[in-house]
């Protein structure tokens, strides 16, 4: 019987440190993709905001067009298309590509930093915020 026992507890010792490794393992996979994320993000930023699509003349710089269709297509598949805030990047990256807003290109500019700026701080701090309420409940 305190064999039967024995091994009893063995197995449901060994399912629960199973248990809180696979759990380990699944937040380190998720913190890990998601810093891919923010890294990818802030990359695909900084190339559209530094790019030129106007020469000094406003004529239409065609190499840049594409490429930064292609940016923006890019930050649009890793964005949420329900999300209001998302939208917001989307919208202004149009309207820098298309030129067709009331605001000139230095004012989408801003408004685009600072809102991928947001973007990037809300996931960074909701992040953090994850990781200390797992510390707080594994003790």
Request: net charge positive; charged share 30%; aromatic share 10%.
């Amino acid at each position: 019987m305190d064999k039967l026992l024995t091994a009893l507890l063995g197995f449901i010792s060994a399912y629960f440190v199973f248990r809180q490794n696979d759990k380990s393992n699944q937040l380190k996979y998720i913190t890990e993709e998601r810093q891919k994320w923010r890294e990818k993000i802030r990359k695909l930023s900084v190339e559209f905001l530094t790019s030129e699509l106007y020469e000094n003349d406003n004529s239409l710089v065609n190499p840049n067009l594409k490429r930064l269709k292609n940016i923006r297509q890019q930050v649009a598949v890793r964005l949420n298309p329900n999300d209001v805030k998302d939208k917001y990047i989307l919208c202004l990256m149009d309207c820098y590509i298309e030129n067709k807003c009331a605001l000139n290109k230095e004012e989408i500019s801003e408004r685009l930093s600072i809102a991928f700026a947001s973007l990037l701080k809300y996931d960074w701090e909701r992040a953090k915020m994850k990781q200390q309420w797992r510390a707080i409940l594994r003790k």
